[in-house]
């Protein structure tokens, strides 16, 4: 492979495929086009090109083999994006119950203020339960299955048990759903970031230079799969990292990416997708 196309897929495939998606998921939005089934479609084909690219120029060559977890992995994915749709189609509609003189929501403001709203609520939930996550036991239970991956790569970003993923999610939709947020903005984002956890997750190797600090991309985040536990505890943020740089929490492995061993330290958590559902709900 020639440098510039490596040098083209290194810089140009984040901006391009995840900033091509995200335009043409809010062109959606103003133009009042139904969100089912056009921003899905769209989440799809930007993973898509993610899972090729990693062929073209991996991170780690050993990662793009199969460790017994392939079939498992495509089992949460196509599970936890149904989830993802029942709440951007039904859950997140309850916004729109709200009666209109009781809203507290800026729906005054243009569509791209009112989504960075919606981004900057849910992503603030997120790093707050990702964090606690870590802390709380009967919590890191549930999220041991997302960190028992024994190697990233793109399909990783939906490997979550799916109480996880709700109690997760549920602070920030709660509070959008009582401030009467329109159910399209929550559907919208939560397409944008369905594709940055596939780029999050990936086996690409891919750079965005001094944004690493801002946008929590693979970079920055594989530090947080470490096998160490101690070594885990950092980089929290689903989509922006400003909330571990204000919190403490963030570190840059940039410079280290040879040290990314991860998984967890029980190196017998299983690998299959019915095993990795109740292992939580075994004793400890």
């Given at each position: 492979m020639g440098n510039s196309l490596r040098?083209?897929?290194?810089?140009?495939?984040?901006?391009?495929?995840?900033?091509?998606?995200?335009?043409?998921?809010?062109?959606?939005?103003y133009t009042g086009i139904p969100y089912w089934p056009s921003?899905?479609?769209?989440?799809?084909?930007?993973?898509?090109?993610?899972?090729?690219?990693?062929?073209?120029?991996?991170?780690?060559?050993?990662?793009?083999?199969?460790?017994?977890?392939?079939?498992?992995?495509?089992?949460?994915?196509?599970?936890?994006?149904?989830v993802i749709q029942f709440t951007a189609t039904v859950l997140a509609r309850l916004g729109d119950w709200v009666p209109a003189e009781i809203r507290v929501f800026p729906t005054e403001l243009p569509l791209w203020a009112q989504l960075v709203i919606v981004a900057a609520v849910l992503d603030l939930s997120l790093y707050a339960m990702h964090r606690i996550s870590h802390h709380v036991p009967w919590l890191w239970r549930l999220h041991e299955p997302h960190h028992s991956a024994e190697r990233l790569y793109w399909m990783n970003g939906e490997r979550r048990h799916p109480l996880?993923?709700?109690i997760m999610a549920g602070p920030g939709l709660l509070v959008l759903f009582a401030l009467g947020t329109p159910s399209a903005l929550v559907a919208t984002w939560f397409g944008i970031l369905t594709v940055h956890l596939a780029f999050q997750h990936s086996n690409l190797d891919y750079s965005l230079g001094w944004l690493r600090r801002i946008i929590g991309v693979a970079e920055t985040h594989r530090w947080h799969h470490k096998r160490d536990?101690?070594?885990?505890?950092?980089?929290?943020?689903?989509?922006?990292?400003?909330?571990?740089?204000?919190?403490?929490?963030?570190?840059?492995?940039?410079?280290?990416?040879?040290?990314a061993e991860v998984g967890l330290r029980d190196r017998d958590y299983p690998t299959g997708y019915v095993g990795q559902l109740v292992e939580p709900f075994r004793s400890p």
């Open positions: 040098f083209m897929i290194r810089w140009l495939s984040y901006p391009a495929i995840f900033g091509g998606t995200v335009a043409w998921m809010i062109w959606l939005l921003t899905p479609i769209i989440a799809a084909l930007g993973i898509l090109l993610v899972a090729l690219l990693e062929r073209v120029q991996p991170f780690r060559g050993d990662w793009l083999e199969d460790h017994h977890d392939s079939l498992t992995d495509i089992i949460h994915m196509v599970v936890n994006l149904s996880h993923a709700a536990f101690e070594d885990a505890q950092v980089n929290f943020g689903k989509f922006l990292l400003v909330w571990d740089l204000l919190l403490g929490t963030f570190n840059d492995s940039a410079s280290k990416p040879g040290s």
